[in-house]
């Protein structure tokens, strides 16, 4: 079977009727005849995708591409990030603005600039690291003017980031008046602070502290406060990068109670564990580094099974990249390594490898899980997540019967590590095909500078359906019965 590439970005009006509901998976092969009986112009190239699976390009919900943390800044910029992303098969990707001072408007203006050098779409969410007026006014304006729908609140990285209950209820609430979704790195700040204190007094300087001074206890504490105080305000939530079960039987309990509670997992929480933290090289065990930590394993099989049960419903990666030398910043002292690790190039593959070959999930699972069900978390669906007319032209081309290996060698980030290194599995990406172009296809990526386009994203995305009448709800049962009481005054 042929499969027709028009070469500008114009894809959507080709005649092949590749699927037409949500999500959407369709072996070429199925559509024999079309390549016979279709005249084909000038300018139109064919590939032949014979028994492979034709998809949505995937769309990572989570990344930090030139972010400033802890010191340094990450090596992967917007260009090296999405290279490395495009030849995994992801063709658009979320990324964090993080405020300068505070300032969002300075926050977004400075990654305005970063982001000049795209080779695919991306979109911003914002962290929120202060509260005064000015925040709250702006974050009207990036709802309103500037395309952002949803706010990140770190309850951990204390002196930093770190925000407090206070400040997250007002976040919560101002959130759900603009109809931006809020969304919670849950680690419990405070008690990851005391236990980092703890193990220095242990003597405990390696990178095996980062994973003791945080535990998965203070990270379902988190989890469960975050939930707990957006159904208080009513207002829907997303918990970025859910690492442990812990956390995740946290998302399992308010989903079931009917809360809207979404639960990203990360690539490296379903397929590694911390084992490697204990690694006697610094080097080999601070790679590893990221926060809330990979956990012991029997965390990610936990992870992956509420994945395949609907209990969590989309995968990142939390693609923070630093290489051996900004590791090396905390040799002495685990609290000063850098905390992240990749993920964009890898995704895919993983996912595909570790979900669909297991027969843990199906291939529109995978779809769903990698692309639609972020498209429609933050309202891009169908422009994004779809083959569908009128949709861009994002779109991959996997082959079940081919395998990938890992390598930081060959691999795209600028990094010259990879937490994956020397993983094979089954499924390769062949062809990646970013707004109606080529840009991977035989081992060749062509991405250039510049080509991305920023996507501005709506308020107001279906976990909001309801939310109003649930609001008048809780106020009228406030109000009936009207309690009447009688004051009894001594005589
Ligand atoms: O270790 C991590 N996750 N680094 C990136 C910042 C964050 O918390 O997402
Ligand atoms: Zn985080
Ligand atoms: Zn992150
Ligand atoms: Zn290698």
């Given at each position: 079977?042929?499969?027709?590439r028009y070469?500008?970005s114009?894809?959507c009006?080709?005649p ?10 369709v ?8 390549s016979e009986?279709n ?6 190239t064919?590939?032949d995708?014979t ?9 990572d919900?989570?990344t ?11 090596i992967?910029?917007f ?8 030849a995994g098969g992801?063709?658009?990707?979320i990324?964090f603005?993080?405020?300068?001072n ?7 203006e400075a990654?305005?600039?970063k982001?000049?050098i795209s080779a695919?779409?991306?979109g ?11 925040v709250?006014?702006?974050m ?7 395309g952002?729908?949803?706010?990140k ?5 204390k002196?930093?980031?770190?925000i ?7 976040g919560f ?5 603009l109809g931006?979704?809020?969304m ?7 008690a990851?602070?005391?236990?980092q204190?703890r ?11 980062h ?5 998965p ?10 939930i ?9 939530l ?11 039987e ?8 009917g809360q809207?509670v979404i ?7 379903l397929?590694?564990?911390?084992t490697v ?5 610094f080097?080999?065990?601070?790679k ?6 990979i956990?012991?394993?029997?965390h990610?099989?936990?992870?992956q ?22 590791k ?11 905390n992240?690790?990749?993920g ?5 593959h993983?996912?595909w490898d ?9 291939v ?26 009128g949709?861009?032209?994002d ?25 994956y290194?020397?993983r094979?599995?089954?499924?390769k990406?062949e062809?990646?095909i ?16 510049g080509r ?19 609001d008048?709800?809780y ?7 009207v ?7 001594a005589?």
């Open positions: 079977m042929d499969f027709r070469p500008e114009n894809f009006s080709t092949i009727k590749i699927g037409s509901l949500f999500p959407i998976v072996l070429l092969s199925l559509l024999s005849t079309l009986s005249q084909v112009g000038d300018g139109v064919i590939i995708a028994g492979k699976y034709v998809m949505p390009g995937g769309i919900p989570h930090h591409l030139a972010m400033e943390f802890m010191g340094t800044e990450t992967d910029d260009f090296s990030g999405q290279a490395a992303a495009l992801t063709t658009m990707h990324d603005v993080i405020p300068v505070g300032n969002l408007t300075a926050g977004f990654y305005v600039e982001a000049k695919m779409d991306y911003f969410h914002m962290a929120i690291t202060k509260w005064d007026e000015a709250s006014k702006d009207e304006v990036m709802v309103k003017d500037k952002i729908n949803s706010f609140f770190f309850m951990a990285y002196g930093s980031l770190m407090n209950d206070d400040l997250l209820l007002e609430k101002k959130c759900k008046s931006a979704l809020a919670v790195h849950a680690e419990n700040g405070d990851v602070f005391e236990g204190k193990m220095i007094e242990l003597g405990i300087m390696g990178p095996e502290g994973a003791l001074s945080r535990p206890q203070l990270e379902g504490e988190a989890t469960g406060r975050a707990r105080l957006a159904g208080f305000v009513n207002t829907p997303y918990v970025v990068h859910v690492m442990s079960i812990d956390a995740m946290e998302v399992a309990k308010a989903r079931k109670s809207k639960g990203e997992p990360v690539v490296s929480g397929v590694l564990d911390d933290l204990w690694d006697s090289d080097q080999t065990a601070a590893f580094v990221m926060s809330p930590p956990r012991a394993p029997g990610g099989k936990a992870l099974a509420a994945l395949s049960n609907g209990v969590l419903q989309l995968v990142g990666t939390d693609h923070c990249t630093f290489n051996s030398t900004q090396s910043l905390g040799i002495d002292d685990f609290r000063k390594i850098p992240g690790v990749n964009l190039e890898e995704r895919m993983l996912v570790t979900m669909v070959v297991s027969g843990q999930i199906s529109t699972d995978f779809v769903r899980m990698t692309s639609t069900e972020c498209a429609r978390i933050f309202n891009i669906y169908p422009r994004k997540g779809a083959i569908l007319v949709s861009d032209a779109i991959i081309i996997l082959n079940p019967n081919s395998s990938f290996e890992i390598c930081s060698k060959s691999h795209h980030s600028r990094s010259d590590t990879n937490v290194e020397g094979k599995g089954k499924g990406v062809v990646t970013a707004g109606g172009r080529v840009v991977w296809e035989n081992d060749e990526l062509k991405a250039v500078p991305g386009k920023y996507v501005k994203m709506r308020p107001f995305n279906y976990l909001f359906d309801g939310i109003e009448k649930a008048a709800e106020l009228s049962s406030l109000r009936a019965p309690i009447r009481r009688t004051m009894h005054v005589a």
